[in-house]
């Protein structure tokens, strides 16, 4: 069973930084793109990064460019989320996840279709 695991969330001023870790288990982690999405009460699920198998191809939501790097490392099977400039609208819930199909990251990886191995999530919150 495909499993990522979440950890690094807390509650942050506006303005200062946190980074994301998530391990995976149950999958050969170095052959498939993986993502990081985030839900906020009320809202629905938004993409927020997506790497390729090899970290050389990153895509970005509108939302977090140029504020949010993601990387892997994949001899430790982890994938991280590197949060700067954080604003109160970061607040969520946020997920790791592993795209079941492929090493690339899809036209359509937003929509989170195709990820699998979704953890319990690393509460973020940014005060103002």
């Known amino acids: 069973q495909v499993q990522g695991v979440e950890s690094g969330g807390g509650l942050v001023q506006a303005g200062g930084s946190l980074r994301l870790s998530c391990t995976f288990s149950?999958?050969?982690?170095?052959?498939?793109?993986m993502g990081w999405f985030r839900q906020a009460p009320g809202k629905e699920r938004e993409g927020v990064s997506c790497?390729?198998?090899?970290?050389?191809?990153?895509d970005y939501g509108n939302s977090v460019k140029g504020r949010f790097t993601i990387f892997r490392d994949n001899a430790k099977r982890t994938l991280y989320l590197q949060m700067d400039s954080l604003m109160p609208e970061d607040t969520a819930q946020y997920y790791c996840?592993?795209?079941?199909?492929?090493?690339?990251?899809?036209?359509?990886?937003?929509?989170?279709?195709?990820?699998?191995?979704w953890g319990q999530g690393a509460q973020v919150t940014v005060s103002s």
């Open positions: 996840a592993a795209d079941r199909r492929q090493g690339y990251c899809s036209g359509s990886w937003m929509n989170g279709a195709d990820f699998t191995g």
């Open positions: 149950g999958l050969t982690f170095d052959r498939y793109a």
């Open positions: 790497i390729s198998w090899s970290g050389g191809r990153t």
